[in-house]
């Protein structure tokens, strides 16, 4: 795997220069890229999820949502809500798609309260 990123940083930064923003979007490691949530004040159940960078988020050009309740929705952009009927533990995987044909998972474990 780390085969793999090599090769695909390398073409990056051949084909578009060394842009630490998308480098650190297309590693999908940067500690500065998370997902991050809150439960909407008139309903607990409903969720409102953010894919949060400390630089931008215009590289991002869709988001594949898996809210671990067997429910799955596509964004075009980093926000999305999604209604639990339960109130219990999730893992939220958020796969996402930037510019330059790099795609990389985000999870993060929910408690719908």
């Known amino acids: 795997m780390k085969a793999k990123k090599f090769i695909l940083l390398f073409t990056m930064l051949m ?3 060394c842009s630490e ?4 979007y297309c590693l999908g490691d940067s500690p500065s890229t998370t997902v991050r949530y809150k439960g909407d ?3 607990p ?5 953010l894919i949060f960078h400390t630089r931008a988020v215009a590289v991002i050009e869709a988001v594949n949502w898996d ?3 067997d429910n799955a929705q596509t964004s075009n ?5 999604h209604v639990y009927s339960t109130i219990r533990k999730y893992e939220v995987v958020a796969t ?6 790099c795609t990389f998972d985000l999870k993060k474990e929910i408690t719908v309260k």
């Not at 159940?45 to 999820?49: D, G, N, R």
């Open 41 to 43: 004040k008139n309903n």
């Open 45 to 49: 159940k409903e969720i409102k999820f």
């Open 96 to 101: 996402v798609h930037v510019k330059y044909g």
């Open 77 to 81: 952009g980093n926000k999305i809500n």
């Open 21 to 24: 923003l998308v480098i650190e």
């Open 67 to 69: 809210f671990g309740d």
């Open 15 to 17: 084909l578009f220069g």
